[in-house]
């Protein structure tokens, strides 16, 4: 029989399941223990020499330092993280109002299928449609070349 038979079936199901366990927790805890340290730069309530003294004890005795934040500041950092989750919402909300009320206006395109639609019902000549569409096509007809060849027909 080879080593790697014998590894093989040297491992129970038991051992493998309090591996996972472990691993597990092991990066529960890193992630526990890299949220503590964004919160502490994120608290604008703290002074430089406070978030400092923080990440010190959360560096030099990590357990007990994680744990005594948790205990002792856990509460706001939920409200911490709610709030800036609101002001990125906030500002992704004003960024697509901005952005859509800059692209707001009539594009040529829009411009040529309204004409269409006001020769299509009668209201300008073939003429005036080819006229109000190199207007359009030119750049000389922003916005307004369909109403002033519907006007100037009637």
Known sequence: MSA???????????SVFWSMLWLFLWIMWFVLLFRVVVDIFRDD????????????FTIVLPFLGVFVYVIARGKNMGRREVAQARAQQQAFDSYIRETAKDGGGTTSVDELARLSEIRAKGDITDAEFARAKELVLSGHGSGTSADAAATSRR
């Open 4 to 14: 790697s038979t014998y590894l093989a079936y040297d491992y129970p199901l038991l």
């Open 45 to 56: 309530a703290l002074s430089g020499w406070a978030k400092a003294g923080w990440l010190v």
